[in-house]
């Protein structure tokens, strides 16, 4: 069921949907206005398929496939990320929602959030996507596609599979750069990760909002105040005094923020009133932070890392 779960966010596909083969050039702002406001059909199949699943909870995938006025993804760029997820108990139907990008055959990242329903007994997926800007030609995107499709094996699945139907702006001829919003929680996202990295606790704590949730997933631990959230990075850090933070990768919207990261260190200190003691083991942990902002600020935050990789990785035993 846990594979399940994390699988359907493999959804995350129908986000593709730009004509690369409509190269407008208009000549005045009149001509740009008109094309920016022309909608054109979007349609394909794609497939969607579950990176990082820690500790059931589907956190990571990548999308491949085609789509009319895009082409064939770029498979390693295309992605998505959970924000939340609910099971039905009685009827065994999945909601969540999610958001991503993905990146066309020419390089352009087209920005996306979905919500869709996966329902077990009847191996069938369904919901909708809204497009929300992107880079190059899909700056100004904007538009919306539904998609329906099926899972390998619905309790044990590896690869959805979805057709999708929609509409998008016909942004052939947007050549902005990415919207200052965008870069903006890009940013963030960006210091999120550099105050992990430099053990700058206060850095941390300053990019949230007055009110607050930060989750650890992981331990099932949270925390809604400045301070206690400084000492919850403090007393990290000191059981592993060398660590360092990678980005892998950092993806936005005007919304959400996710950021791929590589947790380095040695485990020299460890947490000995927890029960880990030290074990001079070096470990690089892989993770992801997701997080909502609201005007400049972290609202809240998720982090995912697998427990049991941890230990295994610093020489604790289970």
């Not at 590896?158 to 998008?168: A, D, K, L, R, S």
């Not at 360092?244 to 005007?254: G, L, T, Y």
Request: hydrophobic share 40%; charged share 20%.
């Amino acid at each position: 069921m846990k594979r399940l779960i994390f699988l359907l966010w493999s959804i995350s596909l129908l986000f593709a949907g730009c004509d690369m083969s409509d190269s407008l050039s208009p000549e005045n702002d009149e001509n740009l206005k008109s094309a920016e406001m022309k909608m054109v059909p979007i349609k394909g199949e794609l497939q969607s398929h579950v990176t990082e699943n820690l500790n059931g909870i589907p956190v990571y995938g990548t999308l491949s496939g085609n789509l009319s006025h895009l082409g064939k993804l770029i498979t390693d760029k295309s992605t998505w990320y959970t924000i939340s997820v609910e099971m039905d108990e009685q009827t065994w139907t999945i909601s969540w929602e999610m958001f991503g990008s993905v990146c066309a055959a020419n390089g352009d990242f087209l920005k996306y959030t979905l919500s869709g329903s996966f329902s077990i007994p009847e191996n069938q997926i369904f919901g909708q996507a809204t497009f929300n800007g992107g880079t190059g030609r899909f700056c100004q995107a904007q538009g919306t596609i539904e998609f329906t499709g099926y899972a390998d094996d619905p309790t044990n699945i590896t690869t959805m599979h979805m057709q999708m139907e929609g509409m998008i702006t016909n942004v052939g001829s947007s050549r902005n750069g990415e919207n200052t919003m965008v870069k903006q929680n890009e940013s963030i996202a960006q210091s999120f990760i550099e105050a992990w990295d430099t053990h700058d606790a206060d850095l941390l704590s300053s990019l949230f909002a007055d009110e607050f949730i930060y989750t650890e997933v992981t331990t099932g631990r949270s925390y809604t105040e400045k301070d206690a959230l400084a000492a919850y990075v403090n007393a990290t850090i000191s059981g592993i005094p060398d660590t360092r933070f990678e980005v892998v990768s950092i993806v936005a919207n005007e919304q959400f923020a996710a950021v791929e990261w590589i947790w380095k260190g040695t485990n020299t200190i460890g947490w000995p009133y927890l029960g880990i003691p030290a074990t001079d083991k070096y470990f690089e942990l892989p993770g992801s932070s997701v997080m909502e902002i609201e005007n400049g600020k972290i609202i809240w935050d998720k982090d995912y890392w697998d427990w049991n990789t941890f230990m295994q990785l610093i020489g604790v035993g289970l």
